[in-house]
């Protein structure tokens, strides 16, 4: 069992940049991959980035790609995401997610566990 509490979201101006954070309960943080995911109003929710047990593996959504990264700390039990050169379309509430499969996947139901969110909001 994992428990996963977010952080770091907020209002921005378009441009800015903000710091997202998970915290993970648990011993076997190092074991799962972690995860980044967001659902704006009215959509899906939908891939952000994902990260491999030890890091050495991440993976990102085109439309994040060169703005955002991924990074885990396992001797905190904490996975990041740095979000730069934010845009108004990534207002949307991000959700860290933890699974236990290898790679680094990027569907929804391949992730076991979730938190429950934190809200960001880019907008002048």
């Known amino acids: 069992q994992v428990q996963l509490v977010e952080s770091g979201g907020g209002l921005v101006q378009p441009g800015g940049s903000l710091r997202l954070s998970c915290a993970a309960s648990g011993r076997t943080f190092s074991r799962y991959v972690m995860g980044w995911f967001r659902q704006a109003p009215g959509k899906e929710r939908e891939f952000v980035a994902a990260?491999?047990?030890?890091?050495?593996?991440?993976d990102y959504a085109d439309s994040v790609k060169g703005r955002f990264t991924v990074s885990r700390d396992n001797a905190k039990n904490t996975v990041y995401l740095q979000m730069n050169s934010l845009k108004p379309e990534d207002t949307a509430v991000y959700y860290c997610a933890a699974s236990r499969r290898f790679g680094v996947p990027d569907e929804y139901d391949e992730y076991d566990y979730w938190g429950q969110g934190t809200q960001v909001t880019v907008s002048s």
């Open positions: 990260i491999s047990w030890s890091g050495s593996r991440t």
